[in-house]
């Protein structure tokens, strides 16, 4: 499968130039995802690798059953501000792969032995803008620092060669690629490439853009991750603690799919279960954005002087010029 996957990748390359070169239109997109299909795995064969089911029934069924693990998935924020909630939701998603892919029914989360490591390959920019992973923050959302490998290449072209070879080691449970933006070294071609990588190689790959566009991509999926309130810390009995802050929740948009139209959900993270959880629309405020937390008057009345504006004075006329 694996020899097959790079001699596609390679007859493809070839079309590309060829096309190039005779300064036609390439014609090797649309064959590339016709041979890809027709060599897929059926979805009821044996080869097939099962996706990683989300936990979320709605969001599964959009998915056609979950996270694909042999496939790449981009998952990107809108905006800088953002990225602390893409990164979240995509270590989220790494910390349920070690956990439960692979696992057989009715096993206990805590008895999983001879989990394949997390690659994290950071962007540059994006580290000193939005900050780096944190091993205590990690062990707190759910992944064990031991098992969490961090690389940050200083070029692009290091971190699409670091991600290739990783995917072909087949090593590692999950290789996570920070990218910033839409760079133009970045394109479609270099998508196809890590896509088929990882399809070789079975293993899933997470393209985490960082207050990125949407752009073609060979993706299978794409999610935009915002930040969303959350609820309030359950107690025992069910009922919520005033004033406390509940797990972390995201407000995700499946972009890319075979839906036809873009499917938005809000999950909540539970990192001492790896679950993820729905939140309902009327269960919190509002989205950020909407409304200030406490809304009220912007400006209180001034004190000591009138709070309206005075009339204004005589108005001049001027002869416009000639």
């Known amino acids: 499968m694996a020899e097959a996957a790079v001699a596609r990748e390679t007859l493809f390359a070839l079309r590309e130039t060829i096309a190039r070169l005779e300064g036609r239109p390439i014609p090797a997109l649309a ?18 690798v099962q996706p990683l089911a989300i936990g979320v029934a709605a969001l599964d069924e959009a998915m056609q059953g979950g996270v694909p693990l042999d496939a790449l998935t981009e998952i990107r924020s809108l905006a800088l ?31 999983t032995t001879a989990v ?18 944190y091993a205590l923050g990690l062990q707190d959302f759910g992944l064990e620092p031991a098992g969490f490998l961090q690389a940050s ?4 072209e290091e971190a699409l060669w670091l991600a290739e070879t990783a995917l072909a080691s087949a090593a590692f449970a999950v290789v996570i690629l920070e990218v910033r933006g839409n760079p133009a070294r970045f394109g479609l071609t270099e ?14 790959l997470f393209l985490l853009r960082q207050a990125g566009e949407e ?16 609820l309030a810390r359950p107690l025992p009995d069910g009922s919520l603690l005033g004033g406390s802050i509940g797990h972390p929740a995201f407000r995700l948009t499946l972009e890319k799919s075979r ?4 499917f938005s959900i809000t999950l909540e993270w539970n990192a001492h ?3 993820f959880a729905p939140v309902l629309d009327a269960q919190h405020p509002a989205f950020p954005g909407e409304h200030a937390a406490h809304s009220g008057a912007d400006l209180s009345a001034p004190a000591d002087r009138p709070d309206r504006a005075q009339a204004m004075g005589s108005v001049l006329a001027f002869d416009r010029s000639a």
């Open 31 to 48: 064959a590339m995802a016709h041979e890809t299909r027709a060599a897929e795995p059926e979805a009821g064969s044996a080869d097939a």
């Open 191 to 204: 998508s196809r490439r890590l896509a088929l990588r990882a399809k070789a190689a079975g293993r899933p």
């Open 116 to 133: 394949s490591p997390v690659l994290w390959i950071g962007d540059t920019v994006a580290g000193m803008e939005a900050g780096l992973p």
């Open 259 to 262: 839906n036809p139209a873009p």
């Open 81 to 111: 501000r953002d990225a602390g909630a893409a990164s979240g939701f995509t270590l989220a998603l790494a910390a349920r792969l070690r956990v439960f892919a692979g696992r057989p029914r009715g096993q206990a989360v805590g008895k």
């Open 273 to 275: 279960d790896r679950q």
């Open 215 to 230: 752009e073609a991509s060979s993706a299978l999926f794409r999610l935009a991750v915002e930040p969303a309130p959350a």
């Open 153 to 156: 290449p200083r070029k692009l």
